[in-house]
């Protein structure tokens, strides 16, 4: 099978799959119910990317699963957390173009019947390998890593071309798709009325999103915040950074590099990404009371459905801000959908 790549963005490989441009939406009815003194508030639809039941995955995966093709790649692997929506997209859309899929995910296996994505894998007929911690292993993501190499190297020894994406597609490459989304966005806002947005939120689990839109808004100058939700608490470590801090500002410096900017343009540092960590809950994957509250308020007031384990978080912390009056009615800010819609169906 040959295949047609487009090299007009960041002259790498890239296949276009995923519904552009998501739709840019205003919240009116929301804005009612949250109050006279409200800003005004947009939403970007990356639930409606297509891939699977859409999210922000397909646009990393745009350039991820072109890399993987153009390298010759026959397998694709990739890791997660048992729901994780990212495993599952790949696994949707990995098919499209001749790919086999493994997922590593978290286990062991649940013993209840499937639910959520994993629901969805049973009927994609995902290739699923469960790792669980062995001895020496602290993180889960230690486990994920070893379980990838260990299938990559069985998958060599029988002849195939294993290619691997890390959690969440969040890797410089993949992270360009939101590079390019804010330039996405911002042709939406000029062609509306919308106005100038004064912080843009969404939640950050594994960092590709927030670098890329971090890059994206660097490089189209855009001055409005980027506003991260954390989704998965970790107290600060030794030096009193946050480890998910640091691997955030990481991947944004490999991003600005991967994006062919100057090392004067790329510079960030910690004071450029700002991250928010009290609004995480227990722990990953697990609700909180508001995040059921930003899930209810928003389909009942516009008919659109969040997450509990990302979107929902992030939208409360932005119920949150206003509510403390950190904005103006005659602000507008930017709420970014990245999807998940199937976590609602799932134990949380």
Request: proline share 5%; net charge negative.
């Amino acid at each position: 099978m040959s295949f047609q790549f487009d090299y007009s963005s960041f002259n790498r490989p890239r296949i276009r799959f995923a519904a552009l441009p998501t739709p840019l939406q205003p919240l009116h009815r929301f804005r009612e119910a949250m109050g006279s003194d409200a800003p005004h508030i947009l939403i970007k639809r990356d639930d409606m990317t297509g891939a699977a039941l859409g999210g922000n995955k397909a646009r990393k995966l745009e350039f991820l699963l072109a890399e993987a093709i153009s390298t010759g790649a026959d397998t694709v692997l990739t890791c997660g957390a048992a729901q994780s929506n990212h495993a599952l997209q790949t696994a949707a859309v990995a098919g499209r173009y001749g790919l086999k899929v493994v997922c590593v995910l978290d286990g062991p296996e649940p013993a209840k019947p499937p639910s959520g994505n994993m629901l969805l894998h049973r009927i994609i007929g995902t290739r699923i390998v469960w790792c669980t911690l062995q001895e020496g292993e602290t993180r889960k993501e230690q486990a994920r890593r070893r379980t990838l190499t260990e299938e990559a190297d069985a998958i060599r020894s029988q002849g195939g071309s294993p290619f691997v994406i890390p959690t969440g597609g969040s890797t410089a490459v993949g992270s360009l798709g939101y590079v390019l989304a804010v330039e996405e966005v911002l042709l939406q806002l000029r062609e509306s009325e919308f106005g100038e947005i004064s912080a843009v939120y969404f939640p950050s689990g594994s960092g590709g999103t927030q670098a890329g839109l971090q890059v994206g808004a660097r490089r189209s100058a855009w001055t409005a915040r980027m506003a991260g939700v954390d989704v998965d608490y970790i107290a600060p470590d030794s030096s009193g950074i946050r480890p998910y801090h640091r691997a955030v500002l990481n991947l944004t410096r490999e991003t600005a590099q991967a994006a062919g900017m100057s090392n004067a343009d790329g510079g960030f540092d910690y004071e450029d990404i700002e991250l928010w960590s009290e609004y995480a809950g227990a722990a990953y994957g697990v609700s909180t009371p508001g995040g059921e509250e930003a899930i209810h308020l928003l389909a009942s007031t516009e008919g659109i459905f969040l997450d509990p384990v990302y979107s929902g978080k992030a939208f409360a912390a932005m119920i949150d801000h206003i509510r403390q009056g950190a904005f103006s009615k005659n602000e507008t800010l930017l709420f970014w959908h990245t999807g998940g819609v199937a976590g609602l169906f799932a134990p949380h």
